[in-house]
């Protein structure tokens, strides 16, 4: 996979993720102590390296393109797309999280703009989901905030790092919808100003 991609928009910065980020993501994580939260998985101190390793070994697989996430030079988190499945045209966003005083901002709403523009536009994707805990209502919030379908709820989809059983809510948005995906970001963005 392409470790080149470079997603540019007005305020935001969707940069190829690398080693070279990892105290830059340690800071940005610091800001609201991000990995102490139980309803995502952000990297901390003892796990930075490796959430840096899988990502970029997904991506040298082809099946992952993660970015930093920036405001001007500064690195304030991090998303990606998985699960990237050309054969059907579908992925998912997610491993996303923003430091905390970014958070309710502009640059979620941005930053998901120019990814979904590259999956629909780009990449030619028919299909882009969204997966998070059902306990994380900020995140649930945050993908109807864009748009997205409520699809359902996933049972025992994944283990936490605590241990805990999770239980999931699918979401996604497909290609017929992204034009009117598309303006109601723009509008939002626009209102942002």
């Given at each position: 996979?392409?470790?080149t991609?470079?997603?540019?928009?007005?305020?935001?910065?969707?940069?190829?993720?690398?080693?070279?980020?990892?105290?830059?993501?340690?800071?940005?994580?610091?800001?609201?102590?991000?990995?102490?939260?139980?309803?995502?998985?952000?990297?901390g101190?003892?796990t930075?390296?490796?959430?840096?390793d899988?990502?970029?070994?997904?991506?040298?697989?082809?099946?992952?393109?993660?970015?930093?996430?920036?405001?001007?030079?500064?690195?304030?988190?991090?998303?990606?797309?998985?699960?990237?499945?050309?054969t059907?045209?579908?992925?998912?966003?997610?491993?996303?999280?923003?430091?905390?005083?970014?958070?309710?901002?502009?640059?979620?709403?941005?930053?998901?703009?120019?990814?979904?523009?590259?999956?629909?536009?780009e990449?030619?994707?028919?299909?882009?989901?969204?997966?998070?805990?059902?306990?994380?209502?900020?995140?649930?919030?945050?993908?109807?905030?864009?748009?997205?379908?409520?699809?359902g709820?996933?049972?025992n989809e994944?283990?936490?790092?605590d241990?805990?059983?999770?239980?999931?809510?699918?979401?996604?948005?497909?290609d017929?919808?992204?034009?009117?995906v598309?303006a109601?970001?723009?509008?939002?963005?626009?209102?942002e100003?």
């Amino acid at each position: 996979m392409d470790g080149t991609i470079l997603l540019k928009g007005a305020r935001v910065t969707l940069a190829p993720l690398g080693r070279e980020h990892r105290d830059a993501l340690l800071a940005a994580a610091a800001d609201g102590e991000l990995w102490t939260l139980r309803v995502t998985n952000v990297p901390g101190p003892a796990t930075v390296d490796a959430y840096i390793d899988t990502a970029i070994r997904g991506r040298e697989e082809g099946s992952v393109i993660p970015f930093v996430t920036m405001v001007g030079d500064r690195v304030i988190g991090s998303t990606r797309f998985w699960k990237l499945d050309r054969t059907h045209r579908q992925a998912e966003i997610g491993h996303t999280w923003i430091a905390a005083s970014w958070q309710r901002s502009f640059v979620n709403t941005e930053a998901k703009l120019l990814m979904l523009r590259h999956a629909f536009e780009e990449l030619g994707l028919i299909r882009v989901q969204f997966t998070t805990d059902e306990l994380n209502a900020k995140s649930r919030a945050a993908i109807l905030r864009l748009g997205a379908v409520e699809e359902g709820l996933i049972r025992n989809e994944r283990i936490m790092p605590d241990g805990r059983i999770r239980n999931s809510i699918r979401f996604s948005i497909i290609d017929s919808e992204w034009r009117g995906v598309k303006a109601g970001l723009e509008r939002r963005l626009a209102g942002e100003g």
